[in-house]
T-cell receptor, first 109, second 117 residues
Framework: DAKTTQPTSMDCAEGRAANLPCNHSTISGNEYVYWYRQIHSQGPQYIIHGLKNNETNEMASLIITEDRKSSTLILPHATLRDTAVYYCIALYNTDKLIFGTGTRLQVFP | NAGVMQNPRHLVRRRGQEARLRCSPMKGHSHVYWYRQLPEEGLKFMVYLQKENIIDESGMPKERFSAEFPKEGPSILRIQQVVRGDSAAYFC???????????????FGPGTRLTVL
């Protein structure tokens, strides 16, 4: 499974869009990009995943570049409850998720 | 639809005792995964099980740790002769059968926080 690189931390004002980048330059053609988040010390929460096309659900949007070497998770209207550590994971199957250090997103009033 | 359930939520053990952590997957899920999160660190994969089978235990310590997922009942992660370094949050996740892996993912429980005194 490809290695991913994310910024250590980001800030976002409440109500604004939070754009979280992820680099996965070694991703292979059959590896999906998954996003999870962990709020405080709770269990990780699945957000979204995609392969090639951009994806959107009720939580977020996932934008994947055409060459698939990077992606961006977009929280369109961040709230204080979106403060969490966000993990970008590239994997071929759901055998084991490899969590890096993630991005610590702080949403401020 | 109930989510992944774990119990106990908090467990305190003295060094040398045994710890048993239980995980009930979501309804319809036959795959269970265990992860460990040490303080101030990310989650690390431990083991992947299907009913009555261990599929991948590459992340399990070779000694003192074992896992099972019997035909009936929850999955159990067992830690024998616990040491202080075992203090961590242990998360269980479940997923549907492998045929659905492209459209589904792992869903996590709330975790069991083990403290070894």
């Amino acid at each position: 499974d490809a290695k991913t690189t994310q910024p250590t931390s980001m800030d976002c004002a409440e109500g604004r869009a939070a754009n979280l980048p992820c680099n996965h330059s070694t991703i292979s053609g059959n590896e999906y990009v998954y996003w999870y988040r962990q709020i405080h010390s709770q269990g990780p929460q699945y957000i979204i995943h995609g392969l090639k096309n951009n994806e959107t659900n009720e939580m977020a949007s996932l934008i994947i570049t055409e060459d698939r070497k990077s992606s961006t998770l977009i929280l369109p209207h961040a709230t204080l409850r979106d403060t969490a550590v966000y993990y970008c994971i590239a994997l071929y199957n759901t055998d084991k998720l490899i969590f890096g250090t993630g991005t610590r997103l702080q949403v401020f009033p | 639809n109930a989510g992944v359930m774990q119990n106990p939520r908090h467990l305190v053990r003295r060094r040398g005792q045994e710890a048993r952590l239980r995980c009930s997957p979501m309804k319809g899920h036959s795959h269970v995964y265990w992860y460990r999160q040490l303080p101030e660190e990310g989650l690390k994969f431990m083991v992947y099980l299907q009913k009555e089978n261990i599929i991948d235990e590459s992340g399990m310590p070779k000694e003192r740790f074992s896992a099972e997922f019997p035909k009936e009942g929850p999955s159990i992660l067992r830690i024998q002769q616990v040491v202080r370094g075992d203090s961590a949050a242990y998360f269980c996740a479940s997923s549907p059968p492998a045929l659905a892996i492209r459209t589904d993912t792992q869903y996590f429980g709330p975790g069991t926080r083990l403290t070894v005194l």
